[in-house]
């Protein structure tokens, strides 16, 4: 079965760094992309980007190009999404999901990242 | 890249069957095969319903039909039930970025 499992929720600071995180298990980690999405607090869905663990080939949404970087360590099967210095902007709830094909079949249950002084 | 057009309300009595427009252009929908439409209960991750315009997921209920003619997608439910009231977002490839693009979402009432 497939699973993604993401970390725990997040407050942090303006200004303060923050890596999260999204272990696959169930599927061959580096043959298929995985994607982060944003949803903000009462919002909609939103495209951040996606990786392909493999060779790190990774795609950003013209959004979130320079804001957010995704990376992954194929030897512990994790993808990751890291900002540098966050913003109260930032506040929302990301999710990683796994694409086989041009779809997101299997999501995480998403992490909760609050950004607030 | 803008977002795909769906009506921001959708709402059904029991039983009934409702249809949830999602609009783009031919840059996006239009132009490939590559819709996919996505149910949301509150508080709850988002849940593929349908893949490749009209394909369902395994274990997916065949309720859940999807069409598209020209620019616009479509997902019809079916004999209408309690649980399918949640959000609903359809998905398209986009020739105008490397990533898809979401639609705005239609929140889906059982009445």
């Known amino acids: 079965e497939v699973q993604l499992v993401q970390s725990g929720a997040e407050v942090k600071k303006p200004g303060e760094s923050l890596k999260i995180s999204c272990k696959g298990s169930?599927?061959?980690?580096?043959?298929?992309?995985i994607g982060w999405v944003r949803q903000m607090p009462g919002k909609g869905l939103e495209w951040m980007g996606i990786?392909?663990?493999?060779?790190?080939?990774?795609r950003y949404s013209p959004s979130f190009q320079g804001q957010v970087t995704i990376s992954a360590d194929k030897s512990i099967s994790t993808a990751y999404l890291q900002w540098s210095s966050l913003k109260a902007s930032d506040t929302a709830m990301y999710y990683c999901?796994?694409?086989?094909?041009?779809?997101?079949?299997?999501w995480g249950q998403g992490t909760m990242v609050t950004v607030s002084s | 890249q803008s977002a795909l057009t769906q009506p921001a309300s959708v709402s059904g009595s029991p039983g009934q069957s409702i249809t949830i427009s999602c609009t783009g252009t031919s840059s996006d929908v239009g132009g490939y095969k590559y819709v996919s439409w996505y149910q949301q209960h509150p508080g709850k991750a988002p849940k593929l319903m349908i893949y490749e315009v009209s394909n369902r997921p395994s274990g997916v209920s065949n309720r859940f039909s999807g069409s598209k003619s020209g620019n616009t997608a479509s997902l019809t439910i079916s004999g209408l039930q309690a649980e399918d009231e949640a959000d609903y977002y359809c998905s398209s490839y986009t020739s105008s970025s490397t990533l898809d693009v979401f639609g705005t979402g239609t929140k889906v009432t059982v009445l």
């Open positions: 999901a796994w694409l086989p094909r041009n779809a997101f079949d299997i």
């Open positions: 169930g599927y061959r980690f580096t043959t298929y992309w």
């Open positions: 990786i392909y663990p493999g060779d790190s080939d990774t």
